[in-house]
């Protein structure tokens, strides 16, 4: 569906239209004169682009509701650039799409709150809820919600506004930096009141209301979410005296009036509900503040001081104007200029103003602090550091500036630099430290900083024990024994190494730049010469799929990691065999299955072959045809991209927007520009443009200009461009850039894009492989994606070691054992791999009725009675064996009459991660598979609480005699109302059957 974006200011034609009329009239009776024509011909020049002016004004190009449907996650209400608050609808309390509050499929509508994440997708804020009604009052938000006709709900840069069916009450909303203004249309007819909720979504810690006076309530609210601790003040004015009101604490739903002459303030109260008599319009200006209620007081007071509210939306616009005219594009069409100013709109929403009007704000630490400089919160870093940044770098240097410095200060207050900043809490939530590209990016592009601070931050970033950093950085590389996720972390730690390399260069520290320039090519300890692919035990992860999602990657699968080397694109375009397989591997992504194998990942959306727009780490690879022969199929799949995966409608993208990246994507690759490595290379890969026009402000009165003319190569200021891609050294001062017409010429340039050169090279980790466990000898090959490396092991069992010699051929191992190895090639020599390798006796067979888990096969049939056994943290082995959407039931030929005492099974528990223990596990005996006697059952004794993890043995000792066992363990069915995946199946986790 499209939405038709709302005019501007309509009624700002009419005045023109009067102008116009005066003048024609005026002129009429001199109309044969020629002087009096040309006048009138002059005129009507004039208002015609006055009128055209008018018309095409940026702000009237933005829609907000682009996002707000399918799985953008984004917000239809107010904010300024960077704003601090984030005024809007709520319509929705929880579930994945619901993680702004707002959905646009949504009918109802509960109130209106100050704060939203524009597209993240884990939920959290939508705080201090404000609900009008009429004649209804009551602390239960659920009996309060309206239905809202879409027809009537309306958003533009600086308003929104909607109508309450229940209560025939119009809802308009604009807002400042720190403050929101409400303006609520009741009935004449009609007693007005105003519900303030602190309990709205998450889980409230501490709350505070306080009766000011007859205009005046205050509060706070400490809530746990996704943030630990959140904590947010509030001061609110109504133009209106306050008649009477109610306050709630605890659970209690009892209404108990106050007059406006009784001051009552209850120190936990959680709900408020002030009634103001037959007002018809009632406005009330809101303040927020992270520091203090007598912060927000000053806020709102500051910002807000009287109940203009035209005001008030005309000075967003202007602000917003500010930041759009830094961009101009002609041509094009009108829906792909609405997309696009949309999307340098949703750019500019966050990180989010996290000071007061004073400069005081919350820091890192939990204590109040003061700057003078701009302080900021929200920082979604994994997503941003991609576009958004970069965007940044290039058309705002000082606010670039102002978040290098809020990262400084995060690191001095928290003794780390951000990763999912959000609300002072450092959530740890996805991978990496790319605050570091930020930084790195912002220094070659020369935005002032403290070098030595954001140096020392970044070393001490990357060396630090938490998530396999420390092992990382021993091993060059991470193993899924060791650490889960440990594909996407071995290859976006060694971009951070990269860019910190980068940093240390550009300042002279030519020793840790060589340090973590060897570091930054570790990935090649995760790339098995045609995919990234983990390792266990020094070996390959088998079975292999690269469309099967699983914990070695990060919201992703081997096809959407495959081409994670930003930083050093050269060599893995020579590992996988030159120019023309690179070619061919990305013609391979485009056109593969859309298909996916393993685990749910809603994430994972927007595929065009296995290249999935919708989240993250594909976002550099349409790029990446430049380093091939045939550079012009760069241009092709960003076109293709931008036509089918934006669109001006509610569900316009095609993932989560994630704190501006899916928009910021679009503005760049709009304009031709892209950094696949920022922090790196300081260059922008070259694409078509997709306006024919596009003047960029740089700041200090320069500009770059980019077109398209009839001519058959790229030039800057009128010299031939010979590599597809641009320095950002070139670009600074401005220039004119001029492209082809079309995208079909120039299909070769002279040389490829700008890589990184590494001085000395990382010689990859060889790899071994051999069945494991084996019951009698096991053959061990050995490899390396380097084929003209020399490779060398040895064999170690127990204390006796061997020595290294050449390995020359396959080998067979017939004990229990330790392999080693390592590659040489020249004097480059890798560190060294190790297998543990074990013999084992199976004296059972295990025949399943009910089928396990592709992605968790534990190794196969024998998996429950091979040896091997599963470890608590399931991610860091495969031994588990896994079964959903049903119990597990098997049949073990114990291959003889036996007599047995004791008969368990290991189960798994992490109910965060789904996997619950089964309610009870039921064990039978036979003599003839055919009749079946009932042993025992044994009952879970340990509770499924959302941060439970455990494993617990079924052990049934009951002594009896059988040549069959028939195991059944029963799945726990459907995740509980309090789990965050609620409604979806539980998992059952076991491994190992213990016969005795």
């Not at 008018?54 to 300024?80: A, D, E, K, R, W």
């Not at 630990?228 to 008649?243: G, P, S, T």
């Not at 010979?722 to 079309?742: E, F, Q, R, V």
Request: with cysteine; charged share 20%; hydrophobic share 35%.
């Amino acid at each position: 569906m499209q939405i038709q974006v709302i005019p501007k200011h309509p009624y700002l034609f009419y005045p023109t239209l009067k102008l116009f009329l005066a003048i024609s009239l005026s002129l009429f009776f001199n109309f044969y004169s020629m002087r009096y024509l040309l006048k009138l011909r002059y005129c009507l020049f004039l208002l015609s682009f006055l009128a055209k002016a008018q018309s095409t004004t940026y702000t009237s190009l933005v829609n907000p509701f682009i996002g707000t449907g399918g799985h953008g996650h984004t917000y239809p209400g107010p904010s300024m650039p960077f704003g601090m608050i984030q005024v809007g609808p709520d319509t929705r309390l929880e579930g994945w799409d619901g993680c702004s509050g707002y959905h646009y499929s949504d009918s109802l509508v509960y109130g209106f709150s100050h704060t939203h994440l524009s597209g993240t997708g884990i939920g959290d804020y939508c705080d201090v809820l404000f609900t009008p009604t009429t004649n209804i009052f009551s602390f239960n938000k659920l009996l309060l919600a309206s239905s809202f006709p879409k027809a009537r709900e309306q958003a533009r840069i600086g308003y929104y506004s909607t109508y309450l069916n229940r209560y025939q009450t119009k809802v308009s909303l604009s807002s400042s930096t720190r403050s929101a203004l409400h303006v609520y249309h009741f009935p004449n007819t009609e007693k007005a009141y105003v519900h303030i909720d602190l309990t709205h979504r998450d889980q409230l810690l501490k709350s505070h209301l306080e009766w000011v006076d007859d205009h005046t309530i205050r509060g706070y609210r400490y809530s746990k979410g996704w943030a630990a601790q959140q904590r947010i003040y509030f001061y609110a004015v109504f133009d209106h005296a306050i008649e009477g009101y109610a306050l709630k604490t605890g659970t209690d739903t009892q209404v108990h009036w106050h007059s406006s002459q009784q001051k009552v303030l209850l120190q936990n109260a959680n709900q408020a509900i002030l009634s103001f008599g037959k007002v018809g319009t009632l406005k009330v200006k809101v303040g927020i503040s992270a520091v203090s209620m007598e912060g927000a007081k000053n806020n709102v007071l500051a910002e807000i001081p009287a109940f203009d509210f035209k005001r008030l939306v005309q000075q967003q616009e202007q602000a917003w104007d500010s930041v759009l005219s830094k961009i101009a594009v002609e041509g094009g069409t009108q829906d792909e200029q609405t997309i696009f100013y949309t999307a340098l709109y949703h750019s500019f929403l966050n990180p989010n103003t996290y000071q007061d009007v004073d400069g005081t704000y919350l820091g890192r630490d939990f204590k109040i602090h003061k700057s003078a400089t701009p302080y900021f919160s929200v920082f979604s870093l994994w997503d941003t550091y991609r576009a958004t940044h970069p965007l940044f770098a290039l058309i705002d240097r000082k606010n670039t500036q102002a978040i290098i410095q809020t990262f400084l200060t995060q690191y001095q207050q928290g003794s780390l630099l951000p990763i999912w900043e959000l609300a002072a809490n450092e959530t740890y939530c996805m991978i990496g430290n790319h605050s570091i590209s930020v930084i790195a990016d912002a220094l070659l592009k020369g935005i002032p900083m403290d070098t030595t601070k954001a140096l020392k931050a970044m070393i001490e970033a990357v060396n630090r024990k938490q998530f396999g950093i420390d092992l990382y950085a021993k091993n060059n590389g991470l193993f899924a024994d060791q650490e889960s996720e440990s594909v996407s972390k071995t290859l976006e730690y060694a971009f951070d190494d990269a860019c910190i390399a980068s940093f240390a260069k550009a300042i002279g520290k030519d020793s840790i730049a060589r340090h973590y320039a060897l570091r930054a090519q570790s990935w090649k300890n995760v790339f098995d010469g045609k995919f990234m692919r983990a390792r266990t035990n020094g070996m390959w992860w088998t079975p292999f799929n690269p469309y099967e999602v699983n914990n070695n990657y990060t919201e992703a699968n081997a096809w959407q990691y495959r081409f994670y080397v930003p930083q050093d694109i050269a060599s893995l375009k020579k590992y996988m065999g030159g120019a023309k397989a690179f070619e061919q591997s990305l013609d391979a992504l485009f056109t593969a299955s859309t298909s996916l194998k393993g685990r749910g990942q809603a994430d994972i959306t927007g595929l065009i072959g296995q290249y999935a727009h919708g989240n993250e780490p594909s976002h550099h690879m349409a790029f990446l045809y430049h380093y091939t022969h045939h550079p012009l199929k760069s241009s092709y799949y960003t076109h293709r991209i931008m036509k089918e995966l934006y669109h001006n409608a509610p569900d316009g993208l095609s993932g989560n927007e994630d704190c501006g990246q899916m928009s910021s994507w679009y503005v760049m690759s709009a304009m031709g520009l892209y950094d696949i490595a920022p922090g790196v290379d300081n260059s922008y890969i070259l694409t078509q443009p997709l306006f024919d026009k596009i003047t960029i402000q740089l700041g200090n009165n320069k500009k770059l200009v980019i077109v398209k003319e009839d001519q058959d190569h790229i030039s800057f200021n009128g010299k031939e461009n010979t590599s597809a891609s641009i320095s950002y050294d070139s670009i600074k001062d401005g220039g004119l850039l001029i492209h082809p017409l079309t995208i079909d010429t120039n299909e070769q340039y002279s040389a490829y894009p700008i890589s990184a050169k590494y001085a000395q090279s990382l010689l990859a980790l060889p790899s071994i492989d051999f069945k494991n466990p084996f019951k009698d000898s096991s053959l061990v090959s050995i490899a390396h994606i380097d084929k003209e490396a020399k490779l060398f092991y040895r064999i170690v069992e127990g204390t006796t070691k061997s020595k290294f010699i050449a390995y020359e051929k396959p080998f067979y191992i017939k004990q229990s054992c330790i392999i080693e190895a390592y590659a040489q090639l020249g004097e480059a020599r890798s560190k060294i791999v190790t297998s543990k390798a074990q013999k084992t006796v199976i004296t059972y067979s295990v025949n399943y009725n009910t089928p396990y888990l592709n992605s968790y096969t534990g190794g196969g049939k024998e998996a429950l009675v091979d040896g091997l056994y599963g470890a608590l943290d399931f991610r860091l082995n495969t031994a588990w064996q896994g079964f959903q959407d049903t119990d597990m039931e098997c049949i073990v030929d114990l291959k003889k009459p036996s007599n047995l005492q004791q008969i368990g099974l290991n189960c798994l528990q992490d109910v965060r991660a789904w996997i619950l223990f089964p309610p009870e596990v039921s064990f039978y005996r036979s003599d003839d598979q055919q009749h079946w006697t009932l042993i025992g059952t044994v009952k879970n004794k340990i509770e499924n609480t959302l941060d439970a993890k455990a494993i617990q043995c079924f052990l049934l000792k009951k002594p009896c005699k059988a040549s069959y066992l028939k195991i059944v363990a029963k799945n726990a069915g459907l995740l509980a109302n309090w789990h965050e995946g609620k409604g979806n199946p539980s998992i059952l986790f076991m491994d190992e059957l213990l016969i005795k």
